[in-house]
């Protein structure tokens, strides 16, 4: 019998990795690097349990994969050994392009998506494992015939969104977000080459759909994590600029190349192995080590910033369903304006506008579907009459510092 590694998750229990390559994969810097990222970014500013990291989430996603194929072949989807293991690998490494703070610095560093970069690390990987990632990669870019392998890592019922959804209402204590991710794998199914739920499991799916709504307002869209994040992404936009008027701005090494230089995807199409070396070496803490020097930068602006992440004095976020109105916008950045007593340029960095919009349900892309007993497959909003959260909801926000009686 093949000898595993145990790994001891506080969510799932016991994982076993089997030893060979993803061991090895788990053991190389690119994965080792996810220790270092927080899977939530700064959510741990609101539930301070929320430390987690990418590599907790890719370990716990790699678990749920390797129950899910268990339960498909013994369905007689006929998974044969080596597509386990490439679909294994194909889930383990899809978040191994996240950046520093996951989503929240994105595209705030560079102008490239993490699944592009996943992509990349997986290409690099290859070369260095001699081709035993192709398969992997030919599932993770959906270009395998097995369909339902490639829904397995990315779709809108895969193992990333069960393992995600599951961690960080585990690790933010909102329960509001707790899947029956056990009883929902036992109803997959495979059906004309694709992935299905069978008709039994429709309720778990509507309270899947149900718990990510309320994830997402609740965790991930709450107004104080989006002023953090805002406000983060402001502070690497600052630096960024006074880098590229000439002032130094004191960081670590490789942060400092991508705040000097605005590093496109063309660019590490041409220069891939050296750009992913750089990237490769970010994390969390080169961030807050950066934060931590630029407390006392000369600069106003960025050491303003600096001193509200590191000390949580963080923007006031009011958040509205319907669009603020001129008057009232206009009012507020004069305000914020006034209290700055500083240029009006360096307005756009304190009096930030938008909005943010979730649907825990896309019927656009590629739905759900469930299995019926007399053999058709439906899409989930043709298969049950309970009210589906596919509307998309969008909330406008306006954020500034908080003025004393302002």
């Known amino acids: 019998m093949a000898r595993k590694k145990i790994f001891n998750d506080p969510v799932y229990g016991f994982i076993s990795v089997p030893y060979g390559i993803i061991f090895d994969l788990i053991e190389h810097p690119y994965f080792?690097?996810?220790r270092r990222i927080k899977q939530t970014s700064l959510s741990h500013y609101v539930y301070p349990g929320a430390l987690h990291t990418r590599?907790?989430?890719?370990?716990?996603?790699?678990?749920?994969?390797?129950?899910?194929?268990?339960?498909?072949?013994?369905?007689?989807?006929?998974?044969?050994?080596?597509?386990?293991?490439?679909?294994?690998?194909?889930i383990l490494l899809h978040d191994i392009g996240h950046g520093p703070f996951s989503h929240t610095l994105e595209n705030a560093l560079i102008r490239v998506p993490h699944e592009r970069l996943s992509e990349w690390f997986m290409e690099k990987l290859n070369e260095e494992f001699q081709?035993?990632?192709?398969?992997?990669?030919?599932?993770?870019?959906?270009?395998?015939?097995?369909?339902?392998?490639?829904?397995?890592?990315?779709?809108q019922l895969d193992m990333d969104r069960m393992d995600y959804l599951t961690r960080d209402s585990f690790f933010t204590g909102v329960y509001e977000g707790v899947i029956g991710y056990d009883r929902i794998i036992k109803m997959l199914a495979v059906h004309d080459n694709e992935l299905v739920v069978e008709e039994k499991g429709i309720y778990s799916i509507e309270k899947f759909l149900i718990a990510r709504r309320l994830m997402y307002w609740q965790v991930y869209l709450h107004k104080t994590v989006l002023a953090a994040e805002h406000m983060l992404v402001q502070v690497l936009r600052r630096a960024r600029e006074l880098a590229l008027l000439g002032i130094p701005v004191p960081c670590p090494e490789n942060l400092q190349f991508f705040i000097s230089?605005?590093?496109?995807?063309?660019?590490?199409?041409?220069?891939?192995?050296?750009?992913?070396?750089?990237f490769a070496s970010l994390d969390d803490y080169d961030i807050l080590s950066a934060l931590k020097a630029w407390m006392s930068h000369p600069d106003r602006c960025l050491s303003y910033l600096s001193q509200g992440l590191i000390h949580r004095r963080l923007f006031k976020l009011e958040l509205s369903s319907q669009p603020f109105g001129e008057d009232y916008v206009s009012t507020r950045a004069a305000k914020v304006l006034q209290w700055w007593q500083g240029p009006e340029s360096e307005l756009s960095y304190f009096f930030l506008k938008g909005m943010e919009s979730n649907s825990a349900y896309n019927t656009a892309q590629e739905e759900i579907k469930i299995l019926f007993k007399n053999g058709e497959a439906r899409p989930m909003?043709?298969?049950?009459?309970?009210?589906?959260?596919?509307?998309?909801?969008?909330?406008?926000?306006?954020?500034?510092?908080?003025?004393?009686?302002?």
């Open 32 to 34: 080792q690097r996810l």
């Open 55 to 90: 590599f907790h989430h890719a370990l716990g996603a790699f678990h749920l994969m390797t129950q899910a194929i268990e339960v498909l072949n013994g369905k007689g989807a006929g998974i044969t050994e080596e597509e386990a293991q490439a679909a294994s690998i194909a």
């Open 131 to 155: 081709g035993q990632l192709e398969l992997a990669i030919r599932i993770f870019q959906d270009k395998y015939p097995k369909k339902f392998l490639h829904q397995l890592v990315s779709s």
């Open 261 to 278: 230089h605005e590093v496109r995807e063309d660019q590490f199409v041409q220069d891939r192995d050296h750009l992913l070396a750089r």
């Open 381 to 406: 909003s043709l298969s049950t009459d309970y009210e589906l959260h596919s509307k998309i909801v969008t909330k406008y926000y306006l954020a500034y510092p908080k003025i004393t009686g302002g």
